[in-house]
């Protein structure tokens, strides 16, 4: 299996410039994640969708959006990129079971690292 | 809401040595889990252990092991037996049981082992 799979690898963007953020998952997992990380820090939530169909916002949603049209892929939109938007974005996913009080662990991709300029 | 608070941003430990790395969280939530995950230089996450708010027995997997004092609210990582490899960021993370999965994360702290 692939896991988590989030292209490009690495992406330079010009101020007020857009692009598609990919992540892709083969588990059949029903909940997806986008975060981000700026540098020497933890991962902040920017949005997360619970189904096909479903979305939600995170702890910094501004200037992003999403939209989850099947169970594998959650693409993240940037409409108008900023230098604010400089990190390294990080996709994941979980089949949680709701109160399963287990290890249910995020899987997360390899990550884009996104400069604006 | 929940908050997770890493107070080491850095710590350097002697090759072979132990190491406690230290976890403390709020919440007023009694159904949450715990996790911590490795970030090498490579940048992926790695997840390392769990440990649930109801788990009576401290969770361990291989060297790791996790340190859970309820009562304190914190859940310190320990890896014994410290190897070159585990020289990373380490995070600290927490999510209510019954909600829709969102992991809190701490700030991190840098590992470096030295040979």
């Known amino acids: 299996n692939a896991g988590v799979t989030q292209t490009p690898k690495f992406r330079i963007l010009k101020i007020g410039q857009s692009m598609t953020l990919q992540c892709a998952q083969d588990m059949n997992h029903n909940y997806m994640y986008w975060y981000r990380q700026d540098p020497g820090m933890g991962l902040k939530l920017i949005y997360y969708s619970v189904g096909a169909g479903i979305t939600d916002k995170g702890e910094v949603p501004n200037g992003y959006n999403v939209s989850r049209s099947t169970t594998e892929d959650f693409p993240l939109r940037l409409e108008l990129a900023a230098p604010s938007q400089t990190s390294v974005y990080f996709c994941?996913?979980?089949?949680?079971?709701?109160?399963?009080?287990?290890?249910?662990?995020?899987?997360f991709g390899p990550g884009t690292r996104l400069t604006v300029t | 809401a929940q908050k997770i608070t890493q107070t080491q941003p850095g710590m350097f430990v002697q090759e072979k040595e132990a190491v406690t790395l230290d976890c403390t969280y709020d919440?007023?939530?009694?159904?949450?889990?715990l996790f911590w995950y490795k970030q090498p230089s490579s940048g992926e996450m790695i997840f390392l252990i769990y440990q649930g708010s109801y788990d009576e027995q401290n969770a361990t997997e291989g060297r790791y092991s996790l340190n859970f004092q309820k009562a304190r609210k914190s859940a310190n990582l320990v890896i014994s037996a410290s190897q070159l490899g585990d020289s990373a960021m380490y995070f600290c993370?927490?999510?209510?049981?019954?909600?829709?999965?969102?992991?809190?994360f701490g700030t991190g702290t840098r590992l470096t082992i030295i040979p």
């Open positions: 993370a927490m999510r209510l049981l019954f909600g829709n999965e969102k992991l809190t």
């Open positions: 919440t007023s939530d009694q159904s949450y889990g």
């Open positions: 994941a996913s979980t089949q949680a079971s709701y109160g399963s009080g287990g290890g249910d662990e995020q899987y």
